[in-house]
């Protein structure tokens, strides 16, 4: 304890000297290192600290290590005990519990030379103790509030167990559903997949304003992965991701972007290439792109062993060559790679790495904990009364249990199957391997979140019917991979003792996630096999799938009377799919990501290009068409998609002027939105714009707005978008973000497919 009383105390008095007025040496002394800030006390203190460091130690700031209570990737052999004690970590990933990271922080802070406090990072994806749904799921709610409190709700809890730090939110864009982590992200669409990450990062980090990081209730966000992780080849995770700038700056860069904007703290480095070069050792988009274009100040972080993985990548020829290649292309943190801790020190002896490189990539590690109060108070996150205060909270249940209501996407209804109301004098057979399932539901990432908390399908509907009219059968007719003559004969008795059938299929949640990629992404043939004996009864049937991607559902879209896609809901997903069903909350979500007919189309996405031998949809014959034989190009449900209980119209589209020129200038766009149905309702107003002619081939469609609009039945709204000359900018031959002139189109519309509602207007 003396040991860590004198160094505290020297500490201490340098850092108050420097608030009070001892020049800083950072800005000055490497022309590098900009604050994230802008705080000059900060800055001083920082400096002050860096004073009193040694390379080994300024080298142990930008270490990670994993507690590997949970694990995400390879585990290193390196016992990181030493490293602690001796103060040369600078981050724990996946340590939890107060006590836990309170006994790791004692060590750093009391028990070493300078008494630095440890910042601690975990997966906090969607949700921590509270599962909310996947975020592919929140994504469909079109609910940008929504999703902003439930990244409020995440940092609550796990700030309030002693986390600081997530590497969320997964920005990345998606449009290839054998990728499992396409459930990380908000889908397939530049325009929508920034909204979200501007609104999660919001939700994490407390505001827009760094000081809110002070906040005992916020954690420090991660924009990851930096970059085009999801444009993997064959959606294989880590895989090789080859595009070209273009397409890189137009569609793939925007969500990362907007998360600088929006005040994200931290980025996180991608597994996968592009041009040749592994996004770990890439200086052009790592220190050109992101920090001298847009100017980010915050610090980058490898993904797991990302900077080891160079060499097997081949650009490395060993570890020491891959720790300086990082370093030098603008790498902060090593994350669990310990490559960094273990090199370093010769490579800036050897004049191989700057010490000018290392002290910058330390004041932002440094500032990063002096503006999380952490060399304040390096305990102030740590309060087992608050943890317990903070967790699970009935507030929380109730947004948990919104959040699932709104997420789910109504495929298919005919004949108004759903909802089954609590009035409507019906026996319903309840089968499937996910109806009484709740191991599955959270999904992947799903934090510390207890899989057997997590409420079943049959539980929320069977409390949902309680003392009504409806009865409830139940038969589970299979496992999810699994199924026999006797289970399925149980299913089909059932069913026929029945009005109408409820049939909860899907995938295990391990099937999506981190190195979860399936190249058949259908469901399972014992469910399909169970669905066929089941529609063969002659009774309804109306299919739940939950799942962390698209699935191709062309067989069940066919043969089911009503298919409601609920992805994994997490903690409160039987109350919230009851909701929907039951008909107490009207589906509202549509499609984020476009669902294919078949494996064979995929990657498949809306805003596609057009060719030079356009395939006329009316007419698909072959003809020498950019076309197939065997199906059409079309996706089975589109981008923007999803059904209600009540029908929508959208009339009366027009703008404000034919002409915008193309700086500094607005059309208004209005259309009229009607509730022709019976039911109170919401509908999800869709922007889109073509530019017909441009210096480079522009998307047959893009999304440039959207509104959720709540309508009683019967009533009509006018709607309103202002459309920028700079939303229509874009990376053009020049390779120059700019406004083009040209023709153009637009549509006021309720799905990517939606062609009513066409407007020309002019850029001049």
């Not at 585990?75 to 996946?94: A, C, H, R, T």
Request: charged fraction near 25%; include cysteine.
């Amino acid at each position: 304890m003396k040991k860590y009383i004198i160094s505290t105390v020297y500490i201490l008095t340098v850092i108050l000297l420097a608030a009070c007025g001892s020049p800083s040496s950072g800005t000055s002394g490497n022309g590098k290192w900009q604050s994230f800030s802008g705080d000059k006390r900060i800055e001083q203190r920082v400096d002050s600290v860096l004073k009193l460091m040694t390379l080994e130690e300024k080298i142990g700031q930008m270490t990670q290590f994993s507690a590997n209570w949970s694990i995400t990737g390879p585990v290193m052999s390196d016992d990181f005990q030493p490293y602690l004690e001796k103060g040369l970590i600078g981050s724990i990933f996946n340590a939890t519990s107060v006590e836990g990271i309170r006994r790791m922080q004692q060590i750093a802070v009391e028990e070493t030379r300078l008494g630095i406090p440890i910042l601690f990072g975990q997966d906090v994806i969607h949700g921590y103790k509270t599962i909310f749904p996947i975020p592919l799921a929140e994504a469909c709610s079109w609910d940008l509030e929504m999703m902003q409190r439930t990244a409020e709700i995440a940092a609550i809890e796990a700030a309030s167990d002693g986390i600081n730090w997530t590497f969320a939110p997964m920005v990345d864009i998606g449009r290839d559903a054998r990728w499992g982590r396409v459930m990380e992200g908000a889908g397939e669409d530049p325009y929508l997949g920034s909204k979200v990450a501007e609104a999660r990062v919001v939700g994490f980090q407390g505001g827009r304003d760094v000081n809110s990081l002070r906040e005992l209730t916020t954690l420090l966000a991660t924009g990851k992965h930096l970059a085009a992780y999801g444009a993997a080849e064959s959606g294989r995770d880590y895989n090789t991701a080859e595009l070209s700038e273009h397409t890189l700056r137009n569609v793939y860069l925007p969500p990362y972007q907007a998360a600088h904007e929006a005040g994200v703290g931290t980025f996180m480095a991608s597994f996968n290439e592009i041009n040749g070069v592994p996004a770990t050792a890439d200086r052009w988009l790592m220190t050109e792109v992101l920090r001298n274009e847009w100017g980010f100040k915050g610090f980058v972080v490898s993904d797991y062993t990302g900077v080891n993985e160079l060499v097997p990548h081949g650009v490395a020829k060993d570890e020491k060559h891959a720790a300086e290649l990082a370093v030098n292309a603008g790498i902060d943190m090593d994350m669990t790679g310990a490559t960094f801790i273990k090199h370093l020190t010769e490579s800036v002896e050897e004049g191989k790495v700057s010490e000018k490189s290392i002290d910058t990539a330390v004041r932002r590690i440094l500032e990063m904990k002096f503006l999380l109060g952490l060399f304040d108070d390096p305990y102030r996150y740590l309060d087992e009364e608050r943890a317990k205060q903070n967790t699970m909270t009935p507030e929380f249940m109730e947004t948990a249990r919104k959040a699932v209501a709104s997420s789910v996407v109504l495929l298919k209804n005919d004949n108004q199957v759903l909802p089954v109301t609590k009035e409507s004098r019906k026996t319903v057979a309840l089968i499937g391997p996910l109806m009484n399932d709740s191991i599955n539901l959270n999904g992947e990432w799903a934090g510390l979140g207890d899989r057997n908390k997590s409420v079943p399908i049959l539980k929320g509907l069977t409390e949902k019917y309680e003392g009504s009219t409806v009865k409830l059968i139940y038969a589970e007719g299979a496992s999810i991979t699994e199924t026999t003559p006797a289970k399925i004969a149980e299913a089909v008795a059932a069913a026929r003792r029945a009005d109408i059938v409820i049939a909860a299929m899907g995938e295990d949640f391990n099937w999506s996630g981190e190195a979860a990629v399936r190249t058949d992404i259908r469901l399972p043939e014992p469910q399909r096999e169970l669905l066929k004996a089941l529609k063969e009864t002659g009774k309804l049937v109306v299919l739940v799938t939950l799942s962390g991607r698209p699935l191709d559902l062309s067989w069940e879209d066919e043969t089911m009377d009503a298919i409601l896609q609920a992805w994994f809901p997490g903690t409160q997903g039987g109350h919230g799919i009851a909701d929907v069903i039951a008909g107490d909350y009207n589906p509202s979500g549509r499609l984020v990501m476009s669902f294919p007919r078949n494996i064979g189309q995929i990657p498949i996405y809306y805003n596609q290009k057009n060719t030079g031998r356009p395939v006329d949809l009316n007419d698909e014959s072959v003809d020498y068409k950019s076309n197939y034989l065997d199906t059409s190009i079309t996706p089975l449900y589109p981008f923007g998609y999803g059904l209600s209980y009540t029908t929508f119209e959208i009339s009366n589209a027009q703008i404000d002027k034919k002409t915008l020129k193309t700086e500094d200038d607005k059309i208004t766009v209005t259309a009229n939105v009607r509730n022709a149905g019976e039911v109170d309702g919401e509908i999800v107003v869709q922007l889109y714009t073509r530019q017909l002619v441009a210096s480079v081939t522009r998307p047959v469609k893009e999304l440039k707005g959207f509104q959720k609009v709540a309508l009683q039945a019967g009533k009509s709204k006018q709607v309103t978008f202002e459309l920028a000359s700079e939303d229509l900018a874009f990376y053009g031959i020049d390779m120059q973000k700019k406004t083009e002139p040209g023709n153009m189109k637009l549509w006021v519309a309720q799905h990517a497919a939606d062609n009513s509602n066409e407007i020309d207007f002019w850029i001049k």
